[in-house]
């Protein structure tokens, strides 16, 4: 899916462990474009899951709006990034969502915002499945 936007858009990727064990993260799919007038490079692709993902087709994003800034920290200009778990239900939905990295006054809004998010649920043996995933919600002023 390609998606045209007006402004400038920042996009983060956050990988944490807190198993006690190493850590291995792959990007699929993904591709940066360049500016306008210039070749974009191929999406890469990994060469299989990482271990312990049994899942024929990760959550897709049908929907994500931008979590609201909250009016006392935009005025205080507190900024910051606020990692939320989530639970994507069969249905596509944020079942549940817990805040695993806080930035205190910006954790209710971060979490309002990743509840009205939408996704193609995850996929297992041709049937939807719930799964979790972690998004970074960066709030920033400029």
């Known amino acids: 899916m390609e998606v045209h936007l007006r402004r400038r858009l920042e996009v983060g990727v956050a990988a944490v462990n807190d198993s006690g064990s190493g850590l291995r993260a792959i990007l699929t799919g993904f591709a940066l474009h360049a500016q306008p007038g210039t070749t974009p490079r191929p ?84 049937t939807p499945v719930p799964t979790t995933a972690r998004a970074p919600i960066v709030f920033r002023l400029e």
């Open 43 to 126: 999406a890469s692709r990994s060469a299989g899951s990482p271990a312990g993902i049994a899942r024929d087709a990760p959550p897709q994003v049908l929907s994500m709006t931008r979590p609201t800034y909250p009016r006392e920290a935009h005025d205080k200009r507190i900024q910051g990034i606020v990692i939320v778990e989530i639970l994507i239900d069969t249905e596509g939905r944020v079942a549940r969502s817990r805040v695993i990295q806080s930035v205190p006054e910006l954790d209710a809004a971060a979490l309002a915002g990743v509840e009205a998010w939408r996704f193609k649920p995850a996929i297992r043996g041709g």
